[in-house]
């Protein structure tokens, strides 16, 4: 499955048994069929090797793939006229003193 296939795969089809946070020893990281940091600035980013050595066979997985696209897809916002209990407008304007933002 290519990547235009992955965005447009439900979110429902992403199976995650569960999740954790927790210490890991390397050798796990080391083991994994993928691995991939979430973070808020680039959301998820696939982990390729460590000290290189590799992680699975060092491509993006397919999960990595459907988790990025699908938080990708969740921050946008609504349609104008459609409402969103997930999605709430900030006043960006208010916030940050750039007055001339406010609606």
């Known amino acids: 499955?290519?990547?235009?296939?992955?965005?447009?795969?439900?979110?429902?089809?992403?199976?995650?048994?569960?999740?954790?946070?927790?210490?890991?020893?390397i050798s796990e990281v080391l083991a994994a069929k993928e691995c991939f940091l979430v973070c808020t600035t680039f959301t998820i980013v696939p982990v390729r090797s460590v000290n290189d050595e590799p992680i699975a066979d060092r491509k993006t997985g397919l999960t990595t793939l459907a988790l990025h696209y699908m938080l990708d897809n969740d921050m946008l916002p609504p349609p104008v006229g459609v409402y969103s209990s997930r999605h709430i407008q900030v006043p960006y304007g208010y916030m940050t003193g750039m007055r001339s933002q406010l609606v």
Do not use: F, T, Y
């Not at 235009?4 to 995650?16: K, T, Y």
């Open 1 to 25: 499955m290519g990547p235009l296939q992955e965005r447009a795969r439900s979110p429902d089809d992403v199976i995650v048994a569960n999740v954790q946070q927790r210490k890991l020893h």
